[in-house]
């Protein structure tokens, strides 16, 4: 199967991409800058790295049995909502109409569970409400309705994903963390006694979308929540995640600016095989990972 995957000099885009080769694929990698994560796809037998704009998405040598969209521009200093919406919405557009003029017969689009925006409920599934997203989270959601409305045109899964962790990972609640740790910081949190699974390993990820590309294509548009196994509490994260690393932890609990919730990755194992590492078995690997 001839792959695209979007965003290969990032962190999941990279892993996804080695993946896939492994299978026996052949991908044609996207990326819009070099980094470390891309310099080691380079001597990646069936990986061919590609500087493009998904914006002109159509320029792009197809045509592509699949495509695996894991670009995206993440809320960070400096990015506004028109480079928002210029690179998660208009690009995305852009992709997709690509992949209808190519034929693709899958598309698997890498979602956020920003998508929901202000979470209420205790438990995360595809069927919680969507309640005032931020513009990431916005631009998330118009990607996947875009998607839904094509949903006859081919077999498209979204991946609402929590904080994915592997080494490289950066830009979210565990990695920074793990980097606070590291230096000997004050880790402050809040629901540390609450129930916590809001992660997943790069490679399980991985593991799902080449799964998903060997199954017979579906019909229609779905989407699936994938987070951690099981679950431990916020402050036994922390302690664990600091025993990984040989260090010691301080917490510090603060007042919640949000819901306390988990996630259920019922759907992701029953439909699509996906099979999660349980969150405490998770925490010591990603621990082991970056000790070095």
Known sequence: MRVLVTGVSGFSGSTVARRLASDGHDVVGTYRRDTDFLTSLRDV???????????????????????????????????????????????????????RRWGVSRFIFFSSLSYYGRIALDVVDEATPVRDPDAYGASKLIAEQRLAELGGTFSTLALRLPGII???????????????????????????????????????????????????????????????????????????????????????????????????????????????MEIGALIDRYGREIAG
Request: proline share 5%; hydrophobic share 45%.
């Open 45 to 99: 037998v069936r990986v061919d790295p590609i500087r493009a704009d998904l914006t002109d998405a159509g320029k792009l040598a197809g045509p592509f049995d699949a495509i695996v969209h894991t670009a995206a521009t993440s809320p960070s200093p400096g990015v506004d909502v028109a480079k928002l919406v210029r690179d998660n919405i208009d690009a995305s557009f852009a992709l997709i109409e690509a992949g």
């Open 166 to 276: 592997g080494p490289g990972a950066h830009r979210n609640w565990l990695s920074g963390v793990a980097s606070r740790l590291r230096t000997g910081e004050t880790i402050r949190a809040f629901h540390l006694d609450r129930p916590y699974n809001n992660a997943a390993h790069i490679d399980d990820v991985a593991a799902l979308v080449g799964g998903v590309l060997a199954r017979e294509p579906w019909s229609g548009f779905d989407a699936a929540v994938l987070g951690a196994a099981g679950s431990l509490t916020v402050r036994e994260i922390i302690e664990r995640l600091a025993l990984a690393l040989g260090v010691s932890a301080k917490i510090e609990e603060i007042s919640p600016t949000n819901n306390s919730f988990t996630l259920s990755s019922a759907h992701a194992i029953a439909r699509y095989g996906y099979q999660p």
